[in-house]
RNA sequence: GGGUGCUUAGCUCAGCUGGUUAGAGCACUUCGUUUACACCGAAGGGGUCGAGGGUUCGAAUCCUUCAGCACCCACCA
């Protein structure tokens, strides 16, 4: 046997490990094939925002136990990873670092530009969170990664959106929307957060009211007061029309009756601005009130604000409420006025409420959808979410969190999708500039690559060559060199055709690129140069000048021969009309002139004639990508523009237990598929409760409707990670903040995982701090050194040899085996129960206690041990390895399995092991060494020091003498019939143990001792007798209860006698 | 305004459907180079289980009121 290091060192092995498991593609259930029931879990995809913290530590520990746990109990077992681009978060993170590095915004960029730059943010996040991931030994099915903007999950959300449109559950509206002034775009709901402000309330003279406001410039948009249809007050003038005096003049009110005013309030009116309250555009829809917009996108006055035009609303406040003290339109102001106001969860600015045309999920639509269980009678998306939650076909862990589940759905409003932001799935909708319907498409978009041709002789020249019937105008050297080189480039993307120009350049380009793509070739004369007319064989320069001249004039006509940029488009748009026709969804090369590839970018960035003509175009020999979709319209391509908003990221991740799971060359027909099939519904969602609501619930509102099945069966909620005072991590507080992977490299990830697992419940917060990890630290050297003591002493021979139960077996085997199968049967319960923190703890005790302090102890002295010893060994890695995958792998490396640890079988529960008896025998053993121990202590014996002992015992503890006499460090037992004469007492039951006084003590010291114990034990006696004397109890307690109170009592009772004869005789 | 959770040893927490002389880890005290481990071992000190009331033979555990803390939800302008 080869010599193990003292302490155990995670960096030795863990990356070892980790990549063992995975060359071996361990994670993978195709090749575990485990043929139980299928236990999955999709991971809830990070963002993509950077890197990870605590929270996903703690979810990625508790994922893989689980994941680890049955897939050694032989479940179909998959975990499935990936990540969610989260839309607005890291469109802002990216403009924050474009900012601070460039001092640009993400318009200065443009939207092409900024996109490219968020992908490289993003594929550096993606590399950065994989390597964490596997550093936390996540056993994440690698080969299954999916992202929330990959080709599958796109089409799936255009797909979704398709249907959704369909069934009149998506709608657009011009309705009232939280806009943040900052991001630029439309938040939820729930993106909202409330922030507790002081602030004034104004009071204002208003015609014939006076009434109280936080916003006194809101004035300009007010089209009504609303009272309490019960208020008396002003009862008489609801209905009538008043004409109030304001800082622009005089404007015309409506009195209201609605019953969300609340008559307490102020004076029990409200003035009603539509535009920009969530509440009074509400009163407005009820009483059917005009509505008028004063404040734009920007956050500022509207042109119809007069002279406050421009002004921010703030600015506009503190200008209107001094133009009204002078008008003397202000009553009073109250000063600290207790107030929320609502903010941007992602950049904190205020929110500023105003009418939008947005996209909008009907949430309280009824439909009927055939094939869908739950729609099948007619059912809205809400009444679904709920009931399948309310049945039970969703189990929430811990329970309480439904009830919160339910009143968030109960009051769901129409969820509004659409952001105006550029980072996201671009809303599948197109509109034709004829057409007052929008046009929805799900298909899926054809990849052009737009090649331009080499460098032609004319280009080498400067000049120009658009007759078709110049044919001769081949490419010079250079430019069948750069097409040489992108032939190269471009032979290992798969294309399905080519498209080209008829021209004799572009021709002589496919050819070269053609001797490696190998692939049919259409050529088009639609996607020839512009014609040049007379400027054939002209200077590029003038052709260029003439253009730039006047482009209008040239836009529609035909001067001098030369063909319009009308004409032009038309004919490219036409082709490009055709290919996207024919090939929808796969890739095509095309190659053409400069002019036209400008066009082809055009139509795909939907531009105007000016901005095309504007547009730059690839050099000789270089392309450009794009993606474009064919959408049909009665008017044809050109005339098309899609929708330039982008959905809210929580739609798409709101399909992922299903997209997730589409294969990799999904067709788009059916939300179908063989793993599909084998793992929905997932079996556990696993995630933090503070995204019930974003999450969990849409993932329960899409699933349900699209698939006609829960998307998964029970939802685990976390709690989050705070540090050592409760409060929530941050980098700002470095001192108490943990990061992960720093955690791992100093104590290792097994550490770092037990950390988060155990003393971590279902719902509740868990504090963290370094004291925490590095007890477990020290717990999981403590394993390493148990194993390596076993595998020391171990009989080579023995190393494989499997256990049987057999008649020659000590107390202390039978009590460790009865232990260990006690403990078998606790962890797997408690496993199955999710609670994990519970299954942990019983381990470390019994690996700790029972195995460490007693049982390796006991092996020190008595012979034979080794069968045990290694049966309960591996077992107990097993049990461990879900918790602590590295250090127990790296054990199993030494005790010469063929098979890795990873796939081993979890433990079983043998009943014949349990062995109540030899338990209760060796409890009492216990007991009697700590007796000795603890008077040796009481005594200040030198712990070297070997001493007697005298015990008056039955046969069966006579039995265990060598095991006292060495966890005692006793040099001798002797065994007595009567008590001796002075000596030291210590009674465990029916044992008596003396310690000799001679040699060692004083006897006041014992007696004292002795009187202490009595005390105590006449204390425990009277509660018991009190309560044997109670009729009450005699009469109402079940049987085995009294049984065992009188038997304590009898019990204490001969105690405290034989200790009270012991005092005596040395008094 | 509504709701949820928490309050048990100095600290962090277990104690499930009521019956142990109320537990663990860390910290603390004393002792210890026993050939697995000082990232260790042995022994020990420390809690009237937030407060009051109730149910019960019996309450840390169930009910109720209150207090403190934390979080979530809500359209008091």
Known sequence: MKELPKAYCPKDFEEKIYNNWEEKKFFNPDTINNKGKAFSIVLPPPNVTGSLHLGHAAMLAIEDLMIRYKRMQGFDTLWLPGFDHAAIATQNVVEKKIFNDEGKTRHDLGREAFLNKVEDFVS??????????????SSVDWSRETYTLDDVRSMAVRKVFKMMYDDGLVIRGNRIVNWCPRCHTTLADDEIEY?????????????????????????????????????????SMIGKKYMIPGVLGEFEITVVADEAVDPEFGTGAVKVTPAHSLVDYEIA????LPIKQIIDEDGRMMANCGKYVGMTSLEARESIVKDMKAMGLIEKIDDDYDNKISVCYRCKTVIEPLISDQWFIDVNKKITKKGNKYFSNGASLKQVAIKVVKDKEINIIPERFEKVYFHWMENLHNWCISRQIWFGHQIPVWYDKDLKQPIISDAKPTEIVLQRHGEAKTNEKGVLSSDIDNLENGLTGTGKKQIKIMAEKLKNE??????????????????????????????????????VGEFEGKSVGDFVHFREADFEAWRNDSPKGIESFLHQKKRVFSCLTDILKKYSGKKVLVVSHGDVLRMAQGMHKNLTDEEIFKLGYPETGENIKIKLTNVESPNGLENIYQDSDTLDTWFSSGLWTFSTLLPEDWNGKKFEGKDMKRFHPTTVMETGYDILFFWVARMILMTTYVKGEVPFENVYLHGLVRDKNGDKMSKSKPETAIDPLQAGDKYGFDAVR???????????????????????????????????????????????????????????????????????????????????????????????????????????????????????????????????????EAIWQNLGSEQELMVSKFPQFDKKMIDKEGVKEFEQLQVVIGKIRNMRSEYKIDPAKKIKIQIKAGERLQSQFGIIMSLARLEKIELVIEKPEKSATAIVSDVEIYLPLAELLDIDKEIERLKSEIDNSKKYVLGLEKKLGNEEFMKNAPELVVAEEQRKFNEAKEKIEKLQNQLEELE
């Not at 969170?129 to 936390?136: A, V």
């Not at 380009?509 to 996607?527: H, P």
């Open 124 to 137: 550096q996040s993606k590399k950065t969170i994989t390597n964490q991931t596997r550093k936390m030994g």
């Open 494 to 531: 798969k294309f399905d055709i080519i498209y080209a120009s008829d021209f004799s350049r572009t021709k002589e380009t496919v050819g070269i690129l053609n001797k490696e793509l190998k692939l049919k070739v259409i050529f088009d004369e639609r996607l020839r140069e512009v014609g």
């Open 195 to 235: 922030k507790e402000t002081k602030s004034k309330l104004y009071w204002l003279k208003y015609g014939p009211f006076v009434l109280a406001t936080t916003r006194p410039e809101t004035k300009l948009g007010d089209t009504a007061v609303a009272v309490n249809p019960k208020d008396k007050r002003y009862k």
């Open 285 to 288: 829809e009820r009483n059917e």
């Open 754 to 888: 037990l950390s988060l697992l155990i003393g971590n419940t279902a719902g509740n917060d868990i504090r963290l701090y370094d004291e925490k990890i590095e007890g477990y630290r020290n717990f999981v050297n403590k394993l390493w050194n148990i194993s390596r003591y076993i595998l020391m002493t171990l009989n080579p021979e023995k190393r494989d040899s499997k256990f049987e139960l057999n008649k020659n077996v000590s107390l202390s085997d039978r009590w460790i085996l009865s232990k260990f199968n006690t403990l078998i049967q606790d962890v797997t319960k408690m496993l199955d129960e999710y609670n994990f923190s519970g299954a942990g703890d019983l381990l470390k005790e019994f690996t700790w206690n029972d195995l460490a302090d007693w049982y390796l102890e006991i092996a020190k002295v008595e012979n034979d041990k080794d069968v045990v010893l290694i049966h309960i060994l591996k077992n107990l890695l097993k049990m461990w390895h879900p918790f602590m995958p590295f250090v127990t």
